[in-house]
């Protein structure tokens, strides 16, 4: 089990006094709360999309130590416990349609079976994923999307939540998200996954 911080206990029992996650099961509840957690944004109680599978696929990957790839080196750098990579480094300054994209192809295509994808900053990283699963390129276990913006944010997670992904995405509505927000949901499976 894993030890945690008295400030976070009494955070946790704000949080619970303040939002009623009650609609949400066990382990999506603890996705969401996590989320709150990070970003002291209580929408995220009623705007969280949590596939029917994809805690638990997310845990059983986790488990079976699967690759995890991130969009970003920010939402990397936020995932703990875990052999975690980017590959923005794999791309030139003029990655198409952008440098994140172009990296979670690279990402997406060589990590072909059962990897957890994390985008929390790149609305284009999130849609080239989709892009590369509807190819027959990779097969990932979670996909966790939030992707934070005024431009393709929203639309990018309204895709993935229509696509055949939903059922083991972790998503949103709407244009909040973020690197810290898309670390806190995995980092929510992840302690599930080690306790």
Same mark, same amino acid.
């Given at each position: 089990?894993?030890a945690?911080?008295p400030?976070?206990l009494?955070?946790?029992?704000?949080?619970? $006094?303040?939002v009623?996650?009650?609609?949400l099961?066990?382990?999506?509840?603890?996705?969401?709360?996590?989320?709150?957690? +990070?970003?002291?944004?209580?929408?995220?109680a009623?705007t969280t999309? *949590?596939?029917?599978?994809?805690v638990?696929?997310?845990?059983?990957?986790?488990?079976?130590?699967?690759?995890?790839?991130?969009?970003? $080196?920010?939402?990397? *750098?936020?995932?703990?416990?875990?052999?975690r990579r980017?590959?923005l480094?794999? *791309?030139?300054?003029?990655?198409?349609?952008?440098?994140?994209?172009? +990296?979670?192809?690279i990402g997406?295509? $060589?990590?072909?079976d059962g990897?957890i994808?994390v985008v929390?900053?790149?609305?284009?990283?999130?849609?080239?994923?989709m892009?590369? *699963?509807?190819?027959?390129?990779?097969?990932?276990?979670?996909?966790?999307?939030?992707?934070?913006?005024?431009?393709g944010?929203?639309e990018?997670?309204?895709?993935?939540r229509?696509?055949p992904?939903?059922?083991?995405?972790i998503?949103n509505?709407?244009?909040?998200?973020?690197?810290?927000?898309?670390?806190a949901?995995?980092?929510?499976?992840?302690?599930?996954?080690r306790?």
């Amino acid at each position: 089990m894993t030890a945690i911080h008295p400030i976070e206990l009494e955070s946790y029992r704000i949080l619970r $006094e303040r939002v009623d996650l009650s609609h949400l099961g066990g382990g999506a509840a603890a996705v969401v709360a996590r989320m709150i957690h +990070a970003s002291a944004d209580v929408e995220y109680a009623t705007t969280t999309v *949590v596939g029917e599978h994809a805690v638990d696929a997310g845990i059983a990957a986790m488990r079976a130590g699967a690759p995890v790839v991130t969009d970003v $080196e920010m939402t990397r *750098v936020g995932l703990s416990g875990v052999d975690r990579r980017c590959f923005l480094d794999h *791309v030139g300054p003029a990655g198409r349609p952008t440098r994140s994209a172009a +990296a979670m192809r690279i990402g997406a295509t $060589e990590h072909r079976d059962g990897a957890i994808f994390v985008v929390g900053c790149a609305p284009t990283a999130l849609i080239e994923l989709m892009a590369v *699963v509807d190819e027959g390129r990779t097969r990932p276990a979670l996909v966790i999307g939030l992707p934070v913006g005024f431009v393709g944010a929203a639309e990018s997670k309204e895709l993935l939540r229509q696509s055949p992904l939903a059922s083991i995405a972790i998503t949103n509505i709407g244009e909040k998200g973020g690197s810290a927000v898309a670390a806190a949901a995995f980092n929510a499976i992840a302690r599930s996954a080690r306790d």
